[in-house]
């Protein structure tokens, strides 16, 4: 039976698209970008799509900052450092507004009304607030480029929601926003005039919508019509578009890496996730657990006067209480380091005997520099 770093690694040599999910805060954006340069070392021509990274991380590609625009690495960066990339790795921050307008753009009738709505106030706000927006135009992101020939291999870090079920939910919450009763009442008063008219709606609807006219203002509702008329225009291409997106999850050529901590809330987020994606027929291609603590060497029962003795030979002047404070922190690290071996027995148990689970240590510093990516490349694909 092969590894789990060995089941990662065949994941990336073998998928079309890889997706990272998981909680905040647990390394997934550094995991993602990771497995970019593993796949672009292993000679896949990769995109990795990521959402607002840290500065360190892009500045470890060689990237003063991310940008919304395409941008090359340069392979010089990893040859000088002897981790070589062997096809090209490309990396590019969503713009969650430029994709919404592609949509507008696409499913539009008329240019005029895709402009009418490109202009809409209540439109720029929805494109780059709503809550659900982001998620999903992250997978409609990842269904545009899928079929761009100029790559192997797509990595999609998705966004850092407080629940991570909110990527799964998009699609259909988005085709649940746009048909509303709400909306609909909305489309059913505005007229072809281009005129509000409550008298079209139910009475108490109406009774409703001119007490809210009298606090935000007149304009405030015709801008509101105005931006719901234009969404019915696109309905049709948004469920048909929603419909594509949930299915390409569904693919084989697709696979889900759930990234956790080996913190117990994280653990129990990410096996929520991993059933969530059982019941919905996703593929799990593997579980990666950040920052797993190491167990230190055992101090074979040495006290605090040894301790003391040894730092006298090394030269260290500590305080006088340094010795018991090193003997304490040694215990407590021991304590955290089997407290994560627990966690990870509940992973794995939990988790099914499916799905592999790669570990990785927790590293002295954060990731800021092209070595370090890169050997966080190799922890997850050579054990």
């Known amino acids: 039976m092969p590894s789990a770093s060995e089941s990662l690694r065949t994941l990336l040599e073998t998928k079309r698209v890889i997706i990272t999910v998981g909680a905040g805060g647990v390394g997934k954006t550094t995991t993602a970008a990771a497995l970019a340069v593993a796949a672009a070392q292993r000679g896949r021509r990769v995109l990795c799509l990521t959402i607002d990274p840290a500065k360190r991380l892009a500045q470890s590609l060689g990237l003063e900052r991310m940008t919304r625009e395409a941008a090359l690495i340069d392979p010089e960066r990893f040859a000088a450092i002897g981790a070589p990339l062997k096809a090209s790795l490309t990396i590019m921050m969503l713009d969650t507004k430029r994709t919404f307008d592609e949509l507008v753009i696409k499913h539009s009738s008329t240019p005029d009304k895709a402009q009418a709505l490109l202009s809409n106030k209540l439109y720029q706000y929805m494109s780059t607030s709503l809550a659900g927006t982001q998620e999903y135009m992250a997978m409609e992101k990842l269904v545009a480029v899928q079929a761009d020939p100029r790559y192997d291999l797509i990595i999609l870090d998705t966004p850092p929601t407080a629940n991570a079920l909110d990527f799964l939910d998009a699609p259909e919450r988005m085709v649940q926003a746009l048909d509303s009763a709400a909306l609909r009442w909305f489309t059913e008063a505005f007229q072809s005039t281009g005129k509000l008219s409550l008298n079209l709606l139910a009475r108490s609807a109406a009774i409703v919508l001119r007490g809210l006219g009298k606090i935000t203002g007149g304009g405030f509702l015709e801008a509101m019509a105005e931006f719901i008329s234009a969404l019915n225009d696109l309905f049709g291409g948004f469920r048909e578009r929603a419909t594509l997106v949930e299915k390409s999850l569904r693919s084989p050529d697709v696979a889900f890496v759930l990234v956790t901590s080996p913190a117990p809330m994280s653990i129990q987020e990410v096996l929520y996730f991993s059933d969530r994606l059982v019941e919905s027929s996703m593929p799990r291609g593997a579980f990666v657990v950040n920052r797993v603590r190491q167990h230190p060497p055992p101090l074979d029962g040495a006290d605090a006067a040894s301790v003391a003795a040894a730092l006298a030979l090394l030269d260290v002047k500590l305080d006088d209480d340094a010795p018991a404070r090193l003997l304490q922190a040694h215990a407590d690290a021991v304590k955290l380091a089997a407290l994560d071996v627990e966690n990870l027995a509940t992973l ?19 990731v800021y520099d092209a070595r370090l990516l890169s050997k966080l490349a190799s922890v997850l694909t050579a054990g």
């Open 348 to 366: 794995s148990r939990r988790a099914g005997g499916d799905t592999p689970i790669v570990r990785v240590p927790e590293l002295p510093s954060d």
